[in-house]
């Protein structure tokens, strides 16, 4: 086994216990050491997805982006950044119950359904060889992060306020 597949069985192992622990945490409200673990938990998952991506980009020497499975990984990412970046502001641990499952659900996706010709590393063409279309890409789908949190958050709260 490899250290990339390792590292992707330790991320979806990783997001689905901190998805259990964050559903523990709206059941047993009393209880805030599981708060702590899912927040804690979210962060390794996001530190070992960003490097994940790290060793793709030093290994085969070019930003992880080119493929469905470096975007998945990227897009999981996202979310797991953008949900620590508002449970930090809000102090609201039912965002990330709410948003977790979607990165394990992404997460499961790339790691375990597409094939391994679609997983390898493959770089860009020349012409697509641009820094400004990096930027571009790397942006849209930090927003696609953002949108996705957001919508489940306005979907959460317009069905149960």
Known sequence: MDIQSFLDNLVFLNLLLVTITYWASLIYSNF????????YGNFFANFLIFILLGLRWFNFGYFPLSNLYESLL??????????LIIEDRSRISLIGSIST?????VTGFASLSLPESMQAPTPLVPALKSNWLMMHVTVMMLSYASLIVGSLLGIFFSCFS
């Open 32 to 39: 805030k050491i599981l708060t702590k673990m899912g927040v």
């Open 74 to 83: 990227f897009l999981a990412w996202g979310i797991t950044f953008i949900t």
């Open 101 to 105: 499952p979607v990165a394990l659900f």
